[in-house]
């Protein structure tokens, strides 16, 4: 009788194997979906924060006799990168100080991106690279 009474409590090994080899299957086809997932969100970092970094150019050239002389995303933001550090900003001026290139590049884990691995947004409002401003932007 006490055999009985144990013998149908619990799992067996081949019911937990079997669980587990499905869950195994499950995740390698999760993961694929799931990185792509993230490195299209991380874009989003990008695009919003050059587009900040624009503002704030603006701004500072209302404010500094109408020039970008000097500005730096350390300057206008206060760093040199993204909010978590995925992409590098830069300034590039031209035209004597009256127009700029903003640049994020992709850094970390965001190289990894081949499809969108650097964003530009010039003081005249263009986006880029025009490749892939459908897809990127």
Same mark, same amino acid.
Not at 11 to 31: D, H, K, N, P, R
Not at 38 to 48: D, L, N
Not at 106 to 122: E, H, I, R, Y
């Given at each position: ?27 390698? *086809? %999760?993961?694929?979906?799931?990185? +792509?997932?993230?490195?299209? !969100?991380?874009?989003?970092? #990008? $695009? ?40 590098? *900003? %830069?300034?590039?001026?031209?035209? +004597?100080?009256?127009?700029? !290139?903003?640049?994020?590049? #992709? $850094? ?30």
């Amino acid at each position: 009788m006490y055999k009985e009474r144990y013998a149908d409590a619990g799992f067996t090994l081949i019911e937990l194997l079997v669980t587990v080899a499905i869950v195994a299957i499950l995740s390698t *086809l %999760a993961y694929p979906s799931y990185h +792509s997932f993230m490195t299209k !969100t991380r874009r989003g970092e #990008a $695009t919003r924060e050059l587009q900040d970094l624009a503002a704030g150019m603006e701004r500072y050239y209302a404010n500094n006799d109408s020039s970008y002389k000097d500005a730096t995303p350390i300057r206008i933001t206060g760093s040199s990168h993204t909010e978590h550090g995925y992409y590098n *900003l %830069a300034v590039t001026l031209s035209n +004597s100080n009256q127009s700029y !290139t903003l640049s994020a590049t #992709a $850094t970390g884990l965001q190289v990894n991106d081949n499809k969108c691995p650097s964003f530009t947004l010039t003081s005249t409002g263009k986006k880029g690279p025009a490749a892939t401003v459908d897809q990127c932007w």
